[in-house]
DNA sequence: AGCTAAACGAGACGGTACGTCCTGTCTTAAG
DNA sequence: CTTAAGACAGGACGTACCGTCTCGTTTAGCT
């Protein structure tokens, strides 16, 4: 995504304050304009860089915004289920979190954002998803896990329940659709309870 | 969404050849450019309409992208699931329809262009989930059903499910990953399975 | 040069505010600035025009200024000798005339960035070489008046004279050389003496 | 204009090969692309060398147009008039010289970028004088020879005479008018008759 | 049948942003 | 300490569309 400062003969070296500068521009605008308001020329100019640095490293808005999310300048936080054994609470938990989260004011917009992006470029999907929590490690490791310690029956599809869990946060997003009370143990259930060891 | 052709006093009537004609071209260019090449500019040039024409009758790119819906313009046919009375066959084979038809070339990228502009205008993912049979009637309904004839456990989360099921289908096509074989049942026993009466 | 207003057809029409609000900028920023510094940009902001509005109507900033001498905003004056019937005289006065006006501080600049555009565009030349007489009508005129009383042999190429008085003040300008006391005469005589009848 | 690789304490020297493959490359583009194509970072990837040692040693591309000029690197050739007794005929012959120089193909687009570069450097001006001969040595030289012999009056203007042939010549460039047959003769008689001793 | 007003095609307008090119300066590594 | 290479901030390029606004023309209900 981002050159290395490996040595490339002679001629200056990438500038790595302006790149930060460019990242954080483009997150702050992403969340004040919106994805479809946000510009090039907008981001060069918050940024104090000209243009052409931008386009230089990045060939498309969509790929500045899957390095955002890679270098954590947006969505710092990161979401993971913890493991107490008892998968169905913890798989609730982890989206209570992600619910609470995006009942942030501006959040839901945000993130919105962040899924027009992702329509243009696969790598902010996978991006997002990771944030979420949806990764091998994350949040089809606790699946795996369950399936390790018996708490989950044999041939549980850990990541396509991860998969599964990801894409209703994402479609409640963009349909603007609200959680209720419940919808999270809800889903949960729904999704997990077949597939628990009897 | 269109106003019907009611007197409004003296003066020409909204001329249905140009509405069409808008329509027939927003969705031909929308299949042909994708939903951020899609113009105003376009659209009016392919249907040999004026831009006013345009802009008098529809506020954005995504409300006219949610009416080529409505008229069955764009994306004529519709998903709807059998009822055969085995409802995990049923919802597999709704399931298998739409992977198939998202597997025909162009599809899946018109399909991530219409979810381009339900991020924008959420009367298009109503629409988009409609037509993929995500409604009341279909899908919902076929779980409902299930519940009234004694299939499916009594509280089955109905709308939930067909929400899921629709949400992993545009899941899918932002992520630009494919379907593999078996999908279709796994993720409809993974859903559906728990709900099942025993 | 510039359409007239004729109806062509449906559509808007020409807007003459924007000409020549356009010609004006063009022209007060070319005497502030010089050619090389004139842009396209900054005669929109000047002339508060949309830069689209400029390119719908001039192939170039050379086509520009050529316009504005057409329309008398730049150089609005014109030069033209008299005809008293001492021709040297009528002439010489030309001349010192002309001398005279490019002594004006900031002129001979403008000039020069006139001569600039005319290297881009010869109908710059042709339009500067109106504006200071080097006319058919004009110094030309003059000469050929100077035939025909007799005051001149027959066969004087008038053309030539004309135009070899323009080339002496062309030159002058892009060499930045200033005119002296008695150059008028000098040139005056060193070109027209041979030409008079004996 | 150029400095010599005289030592001038510890350090490299400069670099005779990079001035030479510059002054070249500038020639070459000059001619091919015209003066206002020409660009610095055009020059410097044509010449392999980097835009800095440019900016080092040439204030402006007219400067480097210049320079050029002086060496010979761009219009090689020199026109000086003939001393055959006959000044007629030798400046008729020295102008015939030059309409058909300017008469080969690319030769007055070429000039017409030097004369570009002039309007901004008078010193291009000069240099351009020079080459085509309107020099105190070279045409001038002629004039005053003549007086000198008796050809001419005393009191001939060399220097005016010799800046109008050039004037004229320039002129004709910038405007785009070709010479006709006869031209030479025509504006030499014009120009030289009346000084003619009797 | 004539009037009136809406809708129409066409397209010019003031603007914004695009992605590219070039400017002149600065930084680095090689020699 | 100069050089080739090249990144940088900045500014202008010429183009594409935006959404609005005039134009004349067409259309169709209402007098």
Redesign the interface.
């Known amino acids: 995504m981002s050159a290395l400062p490996i040595s490339r003969g002679p001629g200056a070296v990438r500038n790595e304050r302006a790149r930060r500068a460019i990242l954080r521009a483009a997150s702050e605008l992403l969340a004040i304009d919106g994805y479809?308001h946000l510009t090039i020329e907008g981001i060069a100019a918050r940024a104090h860089v000209g243009k052409p640095t931008i386009y230089r490293w990045w060939s498309s808005k969509s790929a500045l915004i899957a390095e955002c999310l890679v270098d954590h300048t947006l969505l710092p936080g990161t979401f993971a289920p913890q493991n107490t054994g008892d998968i169905i609470a913890d798989i609730s938990a982890w989206f209570e979190d992600v619910i609470h989260f995006m009942s942030e004011p501006g959040t839901s917009t945000l993130v919105?954002s962040i899924?027009?992006a992702?329509?243009?470029n696969?790598e902010v999907?996978?991006q997002l998803?990771e944030r979420l929590g949806a990764t091998p490690d994350s949040l089809e490791g606790r699946f795996r896990s369950g399936v390790d310690t018996g708490e989950l029956k044999k041939g549980t599809?850990a990541k396509?329940?991860s998969?599964?869990l990801?894409?209703?946060v994402?479609?409640?997003i963009?349909?603007?659709e609200d959680f209720k009370d419940g919808?999270s143990a809800?889903?949960t259930?729904?999704?997990v309870?077949?597939?628990l060891a009897t």
């Open positions: 479809d919105r899924i027009a992702a329509v243009d696969p999907a996978v998803g599809p396509e329940l998969e599964t990801l894409s209703v994402i479609y409640k963009i349909a603007r919808d809800l889903f259930r729904m999704l309870s077949s597939s």
